[in-house]
């Protein structure tokens, strides 16, 4: 009797997983495509060129047909220019400003284009560097920056300068995140936030749908 009751035990879990992976698919909208989640069919290294592959592997490395779901997938569409997309994007995470003040730069323009999938990674990757949750908070419910730390504020305040109203920077602003950061770290950071805005309009594009089990974290208007 025991075992007959953990074998339906297990087809019922089984027959749920199904069930929670068919309504998942069935959420999707029409023009989504059910393994890129996004508008763009996932891009196969053995479609492509000589070339193509080559820079498929440099992306996504030598193993394997299938891409990366995400920026990788979508970005290879237009092929040669994933490549420096792609380096740029290696090089930014290896900035002077360290992985937190990364992590923050990457968040604002996530919040600002409304962008889940940029979003949901990142504050997962800011927690994990140990970018305080108030900070992420701030961000992500776009409230003052009064009472944080004045490196996080400063930072969050020249985003949101940047990429809301007139896209201008103020001169006292600029001023002081160059006397926080310098002025490679004042560069960096506009160059990070300008890879992530870039990254949010590719995937706002193509509107890109997190996978099944991932769960949203941005709240959307």
Do not use: C
Not at 126 to 139: M, P, S, T, Y
């Amino acid at each position: 009797m025991k075992h007959f009751k953990i074998i339906t035990f297990i087809l019922f879990i089984s027959a749920a997983s199904t069930m929670f992976a068919q309504t998942n698919q069935m959420a999707l909208p029409s023009d989504i495509d059910p393994e890129s989640f996004s508008r763009m069919p996932l891009i196969l290294k053995d479609s492509l060129n000589e070339e193509g592959q080559r820079i498929f592997e440099t992306i996504n490395g030598v193993e394997g047909n299938v891409p990366r779901i995400g920026p990788p997938n979508n970005s290879m569409y237009s092929i040669e220019p994933s490549e420096p997309y792609d380096v740029m994007n290696q090089l930014l995470r290896r900035a002077s400003v360290g992985p937190q003040f990364f992590e923050i730069s990457t968040l604002v323009p996530a919040r600002e284009f409304n962008q889940q999938y940029e979003w949901t990674a990142h504050e997962l990757a800011a927690q994990r560097v140990g970018v305080d949750q108030e900070i992420i908070d701030v961000i992500k419910y776009n409230r003052a920056v009064s009472g944080l730390p004045e490196r996080e504020a400063t930072v969050i305040e020249f985003g949101r300068a940047m990429l809301g109203g007139d896209h201008q920077v103020p001169s006292e602003l600029f001023a002081k995140m160059v006397d926080l950061f310098g002025n490679q770290g004042t560069i960096e950071i506009t160059m990070i936030m300008g890879d992530y805005t870039m990254t949010a309009m590719l995937l706002n594009a193509v509107d890109q749908h997190l996978p099944p089990g991932r769960e949203a974290l941005l709240p959307m208007p």
